[in-house]
């Protein structure tokens, strides 16, 4: 018998991305399909999965680690890795397991990491340490962290979000699936299924309408990664503005 030669594929995801960062020379990316480094022109290296080290390939979060020109952190489905990219290509340095890391946030020589169902933990010389939430269900399914005014914030899939200041402080009017977070001129923004809400003391003032899955604040604009409507950029007054 004989079989039609046909070159061998190998698929993976990498164009399901789930968070991205810029670095001094191209850019990073965690995607379903492992974690890809490209070139300030867009051209990508191989992916980096399990097979390299990787605790599981599909990949939530990436973030250059702080002091590090080289080093980048990136959170997978099953934990944290530290990643050393340079001329030699990249290659993964440290392994620290864990349920799936979602979210990652460095202040002040901190490293804090969010997980979907054990909440968050402190990076304490390559030991995860938890730090207590408050006592909700659903509040140990983090989907994201940001540092403002001396405090973590914590937005979880189902126990809105909370300031960890000793004790967990709820955030007023910030109820259910909060998907992201931004720092924005000093403020603190909050991505819901409802809109997006200004966080400011004792309550919250909704901006937007969008599926808010993404904020960023860039070049002194913060924008929107909607469900279904793009990319849209919040103009200066807290109303909707430029969409692409």
Known sequence: ASFAAAPIE?????????????????????????????????????????????????????????????????????????????QAGARVI??????????????????????????????????????????????????????????????????GAWILAGQPEPLAGVEGIVWSLAVHDDQLYAGTFVGVLELGAGDARTLATQDARALASVGGELWIGSHGQGLIRLDEDGGEGEAL
């Open 10 to 86: 190998v698929h993976t995801a990498t164009r399901d991305v789930r968070g991205c960062q810029a670095l001094e020379r191209g850019y990073v990316a965690a995607s379903e399909g492992g974690v890809v480094f490209l070139d300030a022109a867009g051209v990508a290296e191989p992916a980096l999965t399990a097979l390299d080290g990787l605790p599981e390939t599909r990949s939530y979060v990436v973030a250059p680690v702080a002091g590090s020109s080289t080093q980048v952190w990136a959170g997978t489905e099953g934990g944290l890795a530290r990643i050393e990219h340079d």
């Open 94 to 159: 440290e392994v620290i397991e864990s349920a799936p890391l979602r979210a990652l946030v460095q202040h002040a020589g901190h490293t804090y990491v969010g997980t979907w169902g054990e909440g968050v933990f402190e990076l304490v010389q390559a030991e995860l340490v938890a730090i207590a939430g408050p006592e909700l269900a659903k509040a140990d399914r983090i989907t994201d962290l940001a540092w403002h005014r001396d405090h973590l914030v914590v937005a979880s899939a189902g126990a």
